[in-house]
Each structure stands twice: as structure tokens, then as C-alpha cells.
């Protein structure tokens, strides 16, 4: 089982970009989702989960600007980001609390993505 993430790309302040995370492989079910995000120098941090009763949790910094979905049937997780600041500069890594057919539990990561906010 794997996650991939697409999405990432240049921007300027003020400006959206959508990331997107597909689990694939053999999956029973998938608890958590969610999207973190490292900048140069710092530590990854949470910005937004979503349980798979669609319910979510937003780091401060990106409420109201960000939005995180998940589509259950197609194993992915979204996160539409509006009104990006420079701030915002980071890799973003999508995570998954996955169950596997083989009732294997892994708690996976995706590649990670890079988003860049600047003039």
C-alpha cells in the first residue's frame, strides 16, 4: 500500500492550489487522513485532518483558507488552498491510518509535495 500526492507548484501570494493523495494497494479501510507540511528549518506540522466520518481539524494558521476533503470510495484526500501567503512555503506530506485486506494497520506517508508562495 502507498500514498501518492500531486498538486504542488508555484504560486503567487494570494492565489489557490489544490493537493490530492491517493492511497492505493490492497485496502480494507482507511481511519485518518490528513495533510502536513515542513518548511526550511522547522519541524512538520499538522494543518488539517479529517476523520472518516468527514470530520476535520485545522492547525490555526490555515483556518479559513484551507479546505480538506476525502472521498472514500476513491481512497483520497484533498486540500484546496485559498488565499495563499508566503508562509505557507513548505513540503506538503498527505498521511493515512490504513487498514490493509490482510487487517495489516500502517500509518502511511506520501512523497511529499512542494508548494511555493511567492511574488
Known amino acids: 500500500v502507498q500514498l501518492q500526492a500531486s498538486g504542488g507548484g508555484l504560486v503567487q501570494p494570494g492565489g489557490s492550489l489544490r493537493l490530492s493523495c491517493a492511497a492505493s494497494g490492497s485496502i480494507f479501510s482507511i481511519n485518518g487522513m490528513g495533510w502536513y507540511r515542513q518548511a526550511p528549518g522547522k519541524q512538520r506540522e499538522l494543518v488539517a485532518s479529517i476523520t472518516s466520518g468527514g470530520n476535520t481539524n485545522y492547525a490555526d494558521s490555515v483556518k479559513g483558507r484551507f479546505t480538506i476533503s476525502r472521498d472514500n470510495a476513491k481512497n483520497t484526500v484533498n486540500l484546496q488552498m485559498n488565499n495563499l501567503k508566503p508562509e505557507d512555503t513548505a513540503v506538503y506530506y498527505c498521511?493515512?491510518?490504513?487498514?490493509?485486506?490482510?487487517?495489516?494497520?500502517?500509518?502511511?506517508w506520501g512523497q511529499g509535495t512542494l508548494v511555493t508562495v511567492s511574488s
Open positions: 498521511n493515512a491510518n490504513v487498514y490493509t485486506s490482510s487487517f495489516n494497520n500502517y500509518i502511511l
